[in-house]
């Protein structure tokens, strides 16, 4: 794709907003990640947060601009982060495949989330959600070179659609039961089949 | 658009399955309804359904095939509908656009979806369900001319996340409120500010 090449890069450091809620303002361009996190957030009148996805490299985002739907979430990085803007008129004949097919991996990660909200008890979802996160930049590994992965207990909340008390509640009983060590920005995952066991389980 | 009119179409009965979970197969088409009601809906293991979103004329379902990706939900008819076949080799640039806005929107529909489940009691949820069911072919109007839907309990359970014992308590507070009554297969809308006030009320 050859206008690839002169599109504008954006850096932006970890925890800066990119989008806010609202309707998208004429030429408002769509934004891919080349390198970080995004999380798309819902944050309701009390402050609490709800993710509804996070962004990873080679995907779009701030997609309201091609409907001229109103934005009710937040865009925000959560590590440092570099965003191609796309402005909307140049996206060619063929760009559309590609954003067709994500905008459809999307929407089935939308449905997936409401089947667990639906389905899945909050400790299930937990499981789920630390799971999911170590395929992003937020995943390292402790000294010992088990997986890890840096976020507190309000993101983890704001990931399932809880609240970080009963979040810290269910991190513990994990913790106890040998699945996962809890510390300060950070839980590591010890026992990752026992983790996949939780996240695939309905009830 | 000039090949829509060489396109396939075909008519559905009530209640008819048009697409199951799975891989969708090479060559699986796109479908968007001419005419009538779909919904798209998961159904758990014991048998629990839970709609991910109602498809009306002029949207399209059926999107994995355009990412290859695995469905995990049925397609079903709810009324009587006209569907129209659209093979996606022949989409082409001008069909993009369009294509990419209703995915747009579904998208944005399950975030709503998940905000709803997340910070809302089941009841408006189901007042938010109903007033939603009014811009579609289930909507109707009694003798007198008050609006109503026609769908069951059952249904009702699967658009907000529940099941129908559950709702059916739910329904029986809002009849008694004088917000709604229920009948046989179909719900009349009695104070449509009350139910609007209910759905848009987060706790």
Chains 1, 2 share one sequence.
Do not use: W
């Amino acid at each position: 794709m050859s206008k690839a090449n002169i599109r504008e890069r954006v850096r932006y450091a970890a925890g800066e907003v990119v989008l806010y809620p609202g309707v998208p303002a004429p030429g408002e361009p769509l934004y891919r990640v080349v390198e970080g996190l995004v999380r798309i957030q819902y944050v309701d009148e009390e402050g609490n947060a709800l993710t509804l996805r996070f962004v990873h490299p080679g995907e779009f985002f701030g997609e309201e601009a091609l409907a001229g739907l109103e934005r009710d979430h937040f865009a925000e990085t959560m590590v440092e982060s570099e965003l191609e803007v796309v402005p909307i008129p140049e996206l060619g004949p063929e760009d559309y495949p590609a954003l067709t097919a994500q905008l459809v991996t999307a929407l089935k990660r939308g449905y997936r989330q409401i089947e667990r909200l639906v389905t899945q008890r909050l400790k299930n979802r937990v499981a789920a959600a630390l799971l999911e996160l170590l395929n992003t930049p937020l995943a390292d590994r402790d000294e010992e070179g088990r997986p890890l992965v840096r976020l507190t207990h309000d993101d983890l909340a704001a990931a399932v659609g809880s609240v970080r008390e009963t979040v810290t509640k269910i991190v513990g009983e994990l913790a106890r039961e040998g699945c996962i060590q809890s510390g300060y920005g950070k839980i590591t995952l010890l026992d990752l089949e026992g983790l996949r066991k939780l996240a695939a389980k309905k009830e």
